[in-house]
């Protein structure tokens, strides 16, 4: 089973393709049957995906946390 890194690696990665597709061949905005589709809106919410993946991936990374006592 793939670990969380890879597995949150592999949707950035996913969604950076569809993001690439979508600027590569724009599509409108359009209603049908009453329903609104924002293209803009998905691109936007895809992007947002993005950070949250880079936000995980950031949490997963080994840290120091540096301090200094006084007495």
């Known amino acids: ?3 969380d890194q890879e597995q ?3 949707i950035k990665s996913q969604i950076l393709q ?3 597709g979508l600027r590569a061949n ?3 905005t359009y209603t049908i049957d009453g ?3 924002s293209w803009e809106s998905y691109v936007a ?3 947002r995906s993005v ?3 880079d936000r995980k991936l950031a949490d997963l990374e ?3 946390i540096r301090t200094q006592g006084y007495t």
């Open 62 to 64: 080994p840290f120091e």
């Open 1 to 3: 089973m793939p670990s």
């Open 35 to 37: 329903q609104r589709v």
């Open 45 to 47: 919410s895809l992007e």
């Open 18 to 20: 569809q993001l690439v």
């Open 26 to 28: 724009p599509k409108p």
């Open 51 to 53: 950070d949250w993946c």
């Open 8 to 10: 949150i690696t592999s």
